[in-house]
Structures are given as structure tokens and as C-alpha cells.
């Protein structure tokens, strides 16, 4: 079976599920020990690693350290990781001998934002999931135009990516996050929405999108882990 095949198996069956049922189906009955979670450990994570956490707490957790993190951002990964008793979290990034040859002096993010993204981000991730047939990311459908038709499962080269709250409201995640007491990033109360790297990360504006603040200024719109969506779930 191709993967845009299984893709378009999977969209159909769980396509219209909740997130904590099509989780759930995942990680215990479809893909048991064959997909990891991607998390950023930002304003919104918390939501979509609670969920995971009550299914399978060792599930493996993706966090690209950078090397360029708001330190609250790492404050946080440790404080949630410990919250939600999550028993696999790796933290993965590029390696030292790459970051003396790319970005000596951490300047790239002001002149080559796409490149800097490439080694610190894109390779460090490519590397990890090699041995995981799918991984799952918390992105919504609401957070920009260009995830507007966000569907649950998408074709990603040779792996399958799911992503589980697709649906999900800014107020579907304030409701949750609020019923279970879930701790909130240090830098959202700040006015930041969306929390990448610090470099190019701002707070955002009210009426701006919640992913105005990054790279602002500039076209560039995701870091290279994520494309726009402009297909529906076979990833054709």
C-alpha cells in the first residue's frame, strides 16, 4: 500500500473522529510504536501532549532544540514534560560541528532565514523520524490562511502525518486547556501566539492572525517541517 493510499484509508475512517478517538486508535490499535509526536513545546502544545499523555505517556516526543529558543520555551518543555508525566521526550537539533559551520556567529536567522531553518530545523527532524512510519503535529486549521483546509492525515514523502486537532477552535483549546488546569507558556501572556525562534518570533497584534509574529516582515510563511495545504488528504 502506497502511503497517499493509506493516507486516503485513514481520512476516511478517522477523518471525522475526535481528536482523543482518532489518537487513541493510533497510537494503541493502527500504528502502536510506529509514530512520535513533533511538539514545539509552544503556546498551544499542552492540549494536543495532554491527549497523547492520558493514551500512552511514553509515547516518543520530537523537540527541535534549535539552539535559538526563548529560554522560556525550554523552562517550559521541562515544566510540561514533567506536568504530564511524559516518559519519552527527545530533544534533538543540529549537531555542534553544524552550527560552527553554518551559523558561527547565530547571525543566518537576519540573512538566510530559509537556510537557517534548513540545518537547525528541517535536517535535525528528517533524522529523527527515520525510524517512525508517521508522526503526529498539533497544528489547526484556524491559525492560518494557509492550513484553512487542514485535513487529519496528510502524506509527508515516506511518512504519514496526522494531525489530530485539524478542527479544533482557539476556544476549543482555551476550554480545554482551562477544564484541565494545563500549565500556559510563559510568553503568552505576553501577546505571543504563536512561539517559534526567538530571533523570529515577535508578539502579535490584535485583529493579526495568531502567526503574524513570525518572521514578520517577511514572505516567509513555515519553517520547511510544515508546507501549505494545497491538497486534500491522499497528499496528491
Known sequence: MTIASEVERL????????ADRLLSAVLRDLLPGRVAVVSSFGAESAVLLHLVA?????TPVLFIDTGRHFAETLYFRDRLTEHLGLGDVRSIGPSAEEVARLDADSSRATWDPDGCCAFRKTAPLKRALGGFD???SGRKSFQSATRAKLPAFEADGAHIKINPLSRWSAADLAAYAAEHRLPLHPLVARGYA???CAPCTSAVRPGEDPRAGRWRGLEKIECGIHLPVSSLSSGK
Open 11 to 18: 481520512q476516511e475512517r478517522l477523518g471525522e473522529a475526535s
Open 54 to 58: 492520558g493514551i500512552d505517556p511514553a
Open 134 to 136: 508517521a508522526w503526529i
Open 194 to 196: 504563536s512561539i517559534g
